[in-house]
């Protein structure tokens, strides 16, 4: 089932975590239609600017996924609302930095544990029609814990 023309609900709800243990990852009409404006207004026009496929890393996942990747219990990847994303060949610093600068709504980018090198790390983003609150941040670990820093650094 396409989500949008370069989307599919396969891709945004694949989980090696939820096949390992066997575990249910289908979403409901309201994580479906979530699904659909996170594509609609992030991931497609991210698509349709760099002209490459996008990786989804991570979409959305069930409430018992989360847990086993030790997500957080408020996270907007169980409301699919949220995708972990690379593009091959561009920097996940310069994939967050268009997000930023492009206009589009989002709720939450996170650079996640970029260390400078191009390939390193992912970009976390999230859409809610009613809470785009453009919020920005980098996560990087101190001390062997995460910790999320404002704005997109380094």
Avoid at 58 to 76: I, Q
Avoid at 83 to 88: F, R, T
Avoid at 105 to 110: A, G, S
């Amino acid at each position: 089932m396409h989500l949008t023309k370069d989307f599919t609900l396969e891709e945004l709800t694949k989980s090696d975590v939820g096949l390992r243990f066997g575990l249910d990852n289908t979403p409901n009409d309201e994580q479906l239609s979530n699904l659909v404006a996170l594509c609609e207004c992030v991931l497609q026009p991210v698509r349709d600017h760099f002209g490459k496929a996008v990786k989804v890393n991570s979409g959305f996942r069930d409430l018992e996924v989360n847990v086993k990747v030790g997500g957080s219990k408020t996270s907007d990847h169980c409301k699919g609302m949220a995708a972990d994303i690379e593009i091959p060949g561009v920097d996940n610093k310069e994939l967050a930095q268009f997000i930023l600068d492009s206009g589009m709504e989002f709720r939450q980018l996170i650079l996640e544990f970029y260390t400078g090198i191009p390939d390193s790390g992912w970009v976390h983003v999230s859409y809610n029609p009613a809470d785009n609150k453009k919020q920005v941040l980098t996560a990087t670990k101190q001390n062997g814990k995460t910790v999320y820093l404002p704005g997109l650094v380094p």
